[in-house]
């Protein structure tokens, strides 16, 4: 059993039940007819926000009971509610914390995303944390940061297959009898596609804990909507100050927003933190990240520090960074995480 991921793994025996089809059989009020555009958001919000207690109660209550996944699916259910509510933000897009305030429905903002959401593979992979594998993962275009050493630039600057939700549901289906352990939202990054995965996960039958593999820079509001969904934070913490994450990502607040999402993912969901160790990067990043953890999430976090950092992209732009790790850098790290933390994968 690894420690920090109890729930998640009682899902993978079949003793508990995925957060999203708590909330998709969770009955709440007609709120389709309410067509007219003004005060809608509020309306949503408001009865989103008194369904959260209901949700609360019925996760505690049934979370481990798996014969409420004979409960039929709610009509409209709290999954439906998040939908249409995701939809509505999306009129003045404030999903991350650039809050570009766009209408996605008409043009794109920082992530060139519209409405429409596009995913470059989906596929059973064999190489993420061991209690992950295998793992359905499914990545999607497009991201809210703009990471100069990114190592999936050739997913993220482009769209390539439209997503169909109903049918991508099918295969997590598919996915999940071929023996998938979870379904990983990913990317690119799967917050800006926050919409699309709630209608997706409206069409999955079944009991697949959701993995939400991030960089944590969601808003406060997103995270209000999502929480509700996700079982395990897959969260990426890349930098330990802002003049970092300014300087290759192109993005301001970085420690507050992300240490703030963090904090809140800790509450009600399980955690996996994955670090990749950058070059030069040690003291000023992998050091205070891990201190700050250390202190705040705890000793028992389960944590992954990762080596596999290579120049790629625009990387070799920044002389700084256009190097593999020395061994006496990764010797530091793990010497740094080991001395604070318990639980490294
Ligand atoms: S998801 Fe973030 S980057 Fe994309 S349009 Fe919305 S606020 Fe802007």
């Avoid at 999502?226 to 994450?245: M, Q, S």
Wanted: net charge negative; glycine share 6%.
């Amino acid at each position: 059993m690894v420690r920090g991921l109890e729930r998640y793994e009682a899902i993978n025996r079949g003793e508990a039940i995925a957060k999203f089809q708590i909330a998709r059989r969770m009955e709440v009020e007609d709120f389709l007819e309410q067509d007219s555009d003004e005060g809608r958001l509020e309306k949503l919000w408001e009865l989103h926000g008194q369904y959260k207690k209901e949700f609360s109660r019925l996760l505690k209550e049934e979370g481990n009971n798996p014969d409420f996944l004979d409960t039929p699916p709610g009509s409209p259910s709290f999954l439906q509610l998040k939908l249409a509510l995701l939809k509505e933000m999306l009129k003045n897009c404030n999903f991350c914390e650039r809050r570009c305030g766009v209408n996605r429905y008409e043009k794109t903002g920082f992530c060139k995303c519209g409405i429409t959401s596009y995913y470059s593979s989906e596929f059973l992979h064999f190489g993420e944390e061991p209690e992950l594998v295998p793992s359905h993962t499914i990545f999607f275009n497009r991201c809210t940061f703009a990471c100069v050493f990114c190592q999936n630039f050739d997913i993220v600057y482009r769209n390539d297959g439209r997503v169909d939700p109903e049918e991508l549901g099918r295969v997590i289906d598919v996915r999940f009898r071929q023996g998938s352990r979870n379904v990983n939202f990913v990317g690119g990054n799967p917050d800006q596609h926050a919409h699309t995965i709630m209608e997706i996960l409206g069409n999955v039958e079944s009991n697949v804990p959701v993995v939400w593999n991030s960089n944590m820079y969601h808003s406060i509001e997103l995270h209000e909507v999502i929480e509700d969904i996700v079982d395990v934070w897959l969260g990426d913490f890349k930098y330990g100050n802002d003049e970092c994450a300014k300087h290759y990502s192109n993005v301001r607040n970085y420690w507050k927003v992300v240490t703030r999402n963090f904090t809140l993912a800790n509450r009600t969901g399980e955690l996996l933190i994955r670090h990749l160790v950058m070059p030069g990067h040690i003291e000023c990043c992998t050091a205070k990240i891990v201190e700050w953890i250390a202190e705040n999430l705890g000793r028992k976090v389960r944590f992954n520090l990762m080596f596999q950092y290579y120049p790629t992209f625009k990387a070799y732009d920044y002389p700084e960074i256009a190097r593999r790790l020395s061994g006496t850098e990764m010797r530091r790290a793990m010497e740094i995480a080991s001395s604070k933390l318990t639980n490294l994968v």
